[in-house]
């Protein structure tokens, strides 16, 4: 019994340490404090002085339950302890409280450090990199720190792309759009891309490539066409009245199936007519307006929303984040005509700003200083061409022959290294030889990828004149294959080896034009076009971050 009761003590004088920050309270009386011990009779009363050996007496019986424990109450615990807190210890911060609000998540949102916030951008290859970038800072400022970081030619073709997996969706942002506020739009499963866009600007290089005449026409009040030469500065112009017009096919909301419409594009937003190809206002109803909206191509295919063709695009409001049926899903006859609905929708909304940052690094251009020779380093001004087919050397003044020598010298080296593989085997048939492998250096080439994926990547980085890659063929080990886009279509050219006096030659046509290693085919091609639709211009790239 004793034990017990010495148990119950114990515990309670504890839980008492705990809830009063280490000091014990008596119960107070009017005239006096009297200790009661359970295990002292109660016929008589004892009074005790305090002694300093002897523990805390624990409380009445009344008030303490042998053998259960006591509820250690959380609430007045911490109230108890934050007014026993002395104000010279103040609360220990949260280190992290990025991760315990959902505000400020890195999964559901940008995390702001004072006045920046975080991205990541993604790459091709499935690398991301994190950017810490202000409220201000706009897509191409964005692009060219990017390019910066990962030492890529800045050719101001670079862009970033609006990423939405779950609904199939994608869009390059204009480089003068802020990308924190873009982020703010987009949904946890939406990223930014790193890719490069050849078409960005190329309306503005080539519009007649980009608006068909047939498409293009005055407002309602008048019947003529606008003037190919003038077209640009009517869709820059915000007091004229330009329109695109033609059949589009519309995804029914909620359905499969679509409705083939004849629409019209205005600046006041995208309408479509309810009687055939009739513009009377009776006739027109409002489909999307373009404030409010962006344009978008979808990425799913043409069997997943059941589409006529594969030329989709879709006009997605800028609230919108997952829900699909406020979506307003086209499709055009090819791709042309797609490619003419989404330039005019961009033009018709941001007008002026387009042209303004398409004219940004024109003048940068511009503003370099002109040089005609390149700039050379002390070492390379040291040197001289020297000639040792002699007993002793001599040093080649003359300019001419200095040239001469240097490219002879170049094709003895390129022969020699025919015959050389990386090992030293005099194979010049060997897979590792150098001429087999040094192309695999080179942005344009991307070994053994399919065809869709050719095609792919050609039309992600806009279908311009001269866009190329080179990949490996996949009917034929020992070939290669150019991918080249012209006039927006994609066709493909088999490079095929052929061997002359044991040496391996690279040819396109049938071994009239060979060259020694692929690097010289493609330089070559970029100055002539030979038997091609058009010269090599744009080389695909794939960057890693």
């Not at 009297?34 to 002694?51: M, T």
């Not at 290859?125 to 994190?130: E, F, R």
């Not at 970038?133 to 897509?139: L, Q, S, V």
């Amino acid at each position: 019994m004793n034990s017990s009761m010495e148990s119950g003590y114990s515990t309670q004088a504890d839980t008492a340490l705990l809830l009063n920050n280490g000091h014990v309270h008596t119960q107070h009386h009017h005239h006096h404090h009297q200790l009661v011990h359970p295990a002292f009779p109660r016929h008589g009363p004892a009074r005790l002085r305090h002694n300093p050996h002897l523990p805390p007496s624990p409380p009445s019986k009344e008030n303490l339950r042998q053998s259960q424990p006591m509820h250690i109450q959380a609430v007045r615990c911490l109230k108890e302890e934050q007014h026993l807190r002395p104000a010279s210890m103040p609360a220990i911060p949260n280190p992290f409280p990025e991760l315990c609000s959902p505000a400020g998540s890195p999964v559901l949102g940008s995390i702001q450090t004072s006045d920046n916030y975080i991205v990541k951008v993604w790459s091709e290859d499935g690398a991301g990199k994190v950017v810490e970038i202000p409220a201000d800072m706009t897509a191409r400022d964005v692009c060219q720190l990017l390019v910066y970081k990962s030492h890529c030619l800045d050719d101001n073709a670079w862009t970033l792309v609006e990423h939405h997996p779950v609904l199939g969706l994608e869009r390059c942002l204009e480089d003068h759009e802020l990308v924190v506020q873009v982020q703010a739009s987009m949904g946890s499963d939406s990223k930014f891309l790193f890719r490069k866009n050849y078409a960005k600007y190329e309306f503005f290089r080539n519009p007649l490539n980009f608006f068909p005449e047939q498409m293009v026409a005055w407002c309602q009040d008048t019947d003529g066409s606008i003037p190919q030469s003038q077209l640009l500065q009517n869709f820059l112009n915000s007091s004229s009245c330009p329109e695109i017009q033609g059949y589009l096919h519309l995804k029914e909301p909620g359905r499969k199936s679509w409705k083939k419409l004849y629409m019209f594009l205005r600046r006041s937003g995208l309408y479509f007519s309810t009687k055939g190809t009739s513009k009377e206002p009776r006739h027109l109803q409002l489909l999307s307006d373009l404030e409010d909206s962006n344009i978008f191509t979808i990425i799913t295919g043409r069997k997943l929303h059941n589409a006529p063709t594969d030329y989709q695009f879709c006009i997605k409001p800028s609230k919108v984040t997952s829900d699909c049926k406020e979506l307003k899903m086209l499709c055009a006859e090819d791709e042309q005509s797609r490619t003419c609905w989404m330039t005019a929708f961009r033009l018709l909304k941001y007008g002026i700003v387009l042209y303004q940052s398409y004219n940004v690094p024109q003048q940068r251009k511009s503003n370099l200083p002109p040089f005609t020779a390149p700039v050379r380093s002390v070492s390379e001004n040291s040197l001289v061409a020297m000639d040792f087919s002699g007993r002793t050397g001599r040093v080649i003044d003359n300019p001419v022959e200095a040239q001469s020598a240097a490219v002879e010298e170049g094709q003895t080296w390129r022969k020699r290294s025919q015959r050389m593989n990386v090992l030293g085997s005099p194979s010049p048939l060997h897979p590792s030889s150098l001429s087999t492998v040094i192309h695999r250096t080179q942005v344009w080439f991307h070994g053994r990828i399919m065809r869709e994926e050719a095609h792919k990547m050609i039309i992600q980085q806009g279908q311009v004149d001269g866009l190329f890659l080179l990949r490996d063929s996949q009917s034929n080990p020992k070939a290669f294959v150019l991918t080249l886009c012209h006039h927006q279509k994609i066709k493909h050219f088999q490079i095929l080896p052929c061997e002359e006096d044991g040496q391996v030659f690279f040819s396109l046509d049938d071994g009239a034009t060979k060259f020694t290693d692929l690097i010289h085919l493609v330089e070559f091609y970029q100055l002539n076009r030979g038997v091609l639709p058009c010269k090599l211009k744009h080389p695909c790239t794939a960057v890693a971050l």
